[in-house]
């Protein structure tokens, strides 16, 4: 049997597309950057042009620089970084097709869904806000920040000090950071930090495609 498709918009390296692949999707990414690293079909190009016809669901990641803390520490933020939440918002809830927009706290999406990696023994807390579109209700398990912690920092002295991996800090290594996220294929730190834990989207996945198996 042929795997339903989902195309992935505002792709970046392949963090969201990843987990959805590991549900059963079939997944092509679209990104207006180059992403050599993109481990599915990827088309560079406008995601907010790209054709919508021909997919079995479709997520969406607009960029989220404006809704974070990142956002007083560059003073050119508008001219450097577009903020498509709005028109992202208008163009996928304009179809039928089952859609999952993610972004930040804080940023313009309604958060039907909020996860956090402590939710999948994820050593990153990285909380993430999902809108969900013609797709089924989800619930997810409550955040556990405080017994969460499966490493520990060695350059504390203290052994049963909880630490969480800050991604893309200089003084964590690439492969230490990788491993929080639960990411396994080639990418840079930079990709990384803009990056969700594949585990998210596995998850979203996973109840989207049940559900498009019982509408079949």
Request: hydrophobic share 40%; net charge negative; glycine share 8%.
């Amino acid at each position: 049997m042929s795997r339903p498709r989902l195309l992935d918009l505002f792709s970046g390296a392949g963090g969201a597309a990843v987990g959805y692949h590991r549900a059963g999707f079939d997944v092509t990414g679209v990104d207006i950057n180059p992403q050599p690293r993109y481990p599915f079909e990827f088309h560079q190009g406008d995601a907010l042009e790209f054709p919508l016809d021909g997919f079995d669901a479709i997520h969406a990641s607009p960029p989220c620089q404006h809704h974070t803390r990142y956002r007083n520490a560059v003073k050119d933020i508008t001219d450097r970084y577009d903020d498509n939440c709005a028109a992202t918002m208008a163009r996928l809830t304009a179809t039928s097709t089952p859609t999952v927009i993610e972004n930040v706290p804080g940023s313009h999406i309604r958060p039907d869904l909020i996860l956090c990696g402590s939710m999948f023994g994820l050593d990153v807390m990285r909380h993430r806000w999902f809108q969900l579109d013609h797709a089924p209700l989800m619930l997810a398990p409550a955040c556990n920040h405080k017994g969460w912690a499966r490493r520990f920092k060695p350059s504390t002295g203290r052994a049963n000090l909880r630490y969480t991996i800050e991604v893309g800090a200089w003084n964590e290594t690439l492969e230490d950071q990788k491993a929080a996220m639960g990411v396994d294929w080639p990418i840079t730190v930079r990709e990384l930090s803009e990056a969700i834990p594949p585990a998210y989207t596995e998850f979203i996945g996973t109840q989207l495609l049940a559900a498009l198996e019982v509408t079949r």
